[in-house]
């Protein structure tokens, strides 16, 4: 079975990896901070969820990128390129506390795993399932802990 966010252990597994990081954490790869990769996430999920709206990317991802990100089993290469609009709104500065904002993915996240209110689509992915959804919330907070070592 492929891990997704609709597995109650699994969901449990990635909510204690989030409550894990430290706003010191340094990245392993990439250039995000701690506090901007929590703040990816909360704002990927709110696009998941359909709370935030971004324009789809410029290139449809064929049929078989979807299928080898979402069904494969091969991890995600470590430097995607993260679209403009959630670009931007990671970089904007935050005085959140860093607690308050691993609080707020963990409920984001959680959200998307009660569904059942989903976006039509990804903007890299095209259209999406609930079961899509599912593995694509595990995978893509599972890609940012390994990035800080958790």
């Known amino acids: 079975m492929k891990k ?3 597995s109650v252990e699994v969901l449990s597994e990635i909510r204690g990896r989030l409550r894990s990081v430290r706003v010191d954490d340094r990245a ?26 971004v324009e789809p990317a410029a290139l449809p991802v064929p049929v078989v990128m ?10 995600w290469p470590k430097n995607i390129q993260t ?3 959630l670009k931007r709104a990671i970089t904007e500065h935050s005085d ?9 993915v963990v409920e984001s996240m959680e959200a998307v795993a009660r569904g059942p209110k989903y976006a039509p689509s990804h903007p890299m ?13 595990y995978l893509h ?5 390994r990035q800080f070592g958790r």
């Open 125 to 137: 992915f095209g259209p999406m399932t609930t079961e899509d959804w599912m593995r694509w919330g």
């Open 28 to 53: 392993r790869w990439g250039k995000m901070t701690a506090k901007r990769m929590v703040r990816h996430l909360i704002c990927s999920y709110e696009v998941a969820l359909g709370e935030r709206t």
């Open 4 to 6: 997704s966010l609709a």
């Open 66 to 75: 979807k299928w080898m990100a979402l069904r494969s089993g091969l991890r």
């Open 83 to 85: 679209i403009p609009e």
């Open 96 to 104: 959140v506390e860093f607690h308050v904002l691993v609080r707020a």
């Open 141 to 145: 907070a599972d890609h940012h802990l």
